[in-house]
T-cell receptor, first 115, second 118 residues
Framework: KQEVTQIPAALSVPEGENLVLNCSFT??????LQWFRQDPGKGLTSLLL?????REQTSGRLNASLDKSSGRSTLYIAASQPGDSATYLC??????????????FGQGTTLQVKP | GAVVSQHPSRVICKSGTSVKIECRSL??????MFWYRQFPKQSLMLMAT?????????EQGVEKDKFLINHASLTLSTLTVTSAHPEDSSFYIC??????????????FGEGSWLTVV
């Protein structure tokens, strides 16, 4: 059974710092991995999606990497800003299942960027 | 991009009553939709897979008779929380997969619905 774990659970950094959020998964048979942002009381915003054949994806100050064999992904945020404060979730889409659209989520990392 | 709409975004209901949450794909057809639940400070957990024209598939531990799912058309799935209790208070969010299915299609999420049972 696939399990997705995110470390740390919470993170507080001063503005301007570069930071890394970690996501690990137990079953490497994934189709893709996706990072989401969730603001308090809100839904999900998709940040980056990495297909299983890819190593990384970049969007602006965000860079996500994927090492499928080791079951790890990282989300790198450069030059953090207070507006980056949110909960970041990673989710994997599993292979080998008849339910092709099911996502399995990690517990999330709650980020606070202090001005 | 594709849009998935959920309604209502927030609802408060009395204990013992039922509440219905709608999930609509606005500009595409979705054979399959998914319902997730998120308790405070926890992650999203899949509750069930909603299949158009057939019965929903529930995850282990989710009560079928309490969380009724209907997917009567290719653009609408509904989740009804029956005889709601305070412990059902949670954030419910749906996602939808385009009709052609398979792994090649992006999953689109709704905005979520906050349910508070008093």
């Amino acid at each position: 059974k696939q399990e997705v774990t995110q470390i740390p659970a919470a993170l507080s950094v001063p503005e301007g710092e570069n930071l890394v959020l970690n996501c690990s998964f137990t079953d490497s048979a994934i189709y893709n991995l996706q990072w989401f942002r969730q603001d308090p009381g809100k839904g999900l915003t998709s940040l980056l999606l990495i297909q299983s054949s890819q190593r990384e994806q970049t969007s602006g100050r965000l860079n996500a990497s994927l090492d499928k064999s080791s079951g790890r992904s990282t989300l790198y945020i450069a030059a953090s800003q207070p507006g980056d404060s949110a909960t970041y979730l990673c989710a994997v889409r599993q292979l080998g299942s008849s339910n092709t659209g099911k996502l399995i989520f990690g517990q999330g990392t709650t980020l606070q960027v202090k001005p | 991009g594709a849009v998935v709409s959920q309604h209502p975004s927030r609802v408060i209901c009395k204990s013992g009553t039922s509440v219905k949450i709608e999930c609509r794909s606005l500009d595409f057809q979705a054979t399959t939709m998914f319902w997730y639940r998120q308790f405070p400070k926890q992650s999203l957990m899949l509750m069930a897979t909603s299949n158009e024209g057939s019965k929903a598939t529930y995850e282990q531990g989710v009560e079928k008779d309490k969380f009724l799912i209907n997917h009567a058309s290719l653009t609408l799935s509904t989740l009804t929380v029956t005889s709601a209790h305070p412990e059902d208070s949670s954030f419910y969010i749906c996602s939808a997969q385009k009709t052609t299915g398979g792994y090649g299609n992006t999953i689109y999420f709704g905005e979520g619905s906050w349910l508070t049972v008093v």
